[in-house]
């Protein structure tokens, strides 16, 4: 057995709920740091520096933060179906974060429009907006976009083996549950009794 299928098969439901709470909570941190920085050359004025946070750039991503946290509680409460549907969704999630990402690395200028609009009450043309430069946390949810579809693969993986063990586990508990209910049904005298005769009183 690979080390990659032994990982996944010691995954269970509440570790895979814990991992698409913290996805989520990256999101929403990603949304919040700064993605674009630049200068709007406004008529009569000075050049403004402008910064451009994720969620500016980007207005999705912080809205599948949203949804990757939604995703969490579902899979804490979903059955097998609900569960495939919840990995369909978390990897959707994980490809619209990498596309968004895209998206502001390939035309960064049009990413920060909105913010430039908002901060100097003028809708400035594209060559107004100069000095563009990227941060890295673009880069960085474009891979963390990656990781979360992995993420949704190996818990659609894991999945399968979560309703075997909890019927495990309701057998064992059942046998137990059992085997009391024998060992209850034994009279104090029935146990004296076979106490006395030197034999085994327990099923």
């Given at each position: 057995m690979s080390k990659v299928t032994a990982a996944t098969s010691r995954l269970n439901r509440r570790t895979g709920v814990f991992v698409l709470l913290a996805s989520g909570l990256v999101?929403?941190?990603?949304?919040?740091?700064?993605?674009?920085?630049?200068?709007?050359?406004?008529?009569?004025?000075?050049?403004?520096?402008?910064?451009?946070?994720?969620?500016?750039?980007?207005p999705v991503i912080p809205a599948l933060g949203l949804v990757v946290l939604a995703a969490a509680v579902a899979l804490a409460l979903a059955r097998r179906t609900g569960v495939v549907i919840t990995c369909v969704i978390t990897?959707?999630?994980?490809?619209?974060?990498?596309?968004?990402?895209?998206?502001?690395?390939?035309?960064?200028?049009?990413a920060m429009r909105s913010e430039v609009t908002e901060t100097t009450a003028i809708v400035l043309p594209p060559e107004a907006?100069?000095?563009?430069?990227?941060?890295?946390?673009?880069?960085?949810?474009?891979?963390?976009?990656?990781?979360?579809?992995?993420?949704?693969?190996?818990l659609a993986r894991a999945s399968g083996r979560w309703e075997v063990d909890a019927r495990h586990e309701k057998d064992r508990a059942e046998a137990v549950d059992?085997?009391?209910?024998?060992?209850?049904?034994?009279?104090?005298?029935?146990?004296?009794?076979?106490l006395?005769?030197?034999?085994d009183p327990t099923p």
């Open positions: 999101l929403l941190g990603l949304g919040a740091v700064p993605w674009v920085d630049g200068k709007a050359s406004v008529p009569g004025s000075a050049a403004d520096e402008i910064a451009s946070s994720g969620g500016q750039a980007a990897a959707a999630a994980g490809i619209a974060t990498t596309v968004a990402s895209g998206v502001v690395l390939n035309d960064p200028v049009g907006i100069t000095g563009v430069s990227i941060t890295i946390w673009v880069a960085i949810a474009a891979v963390f976009g990656v990781i979360l579809l992995l993420i949704s693969l190996v059992s085997a009391g209910e024998d060992v209850t049904e034994l009279a104090d005298a029935d146990l004296w009794d076979l006395s005769d030197g034999q």
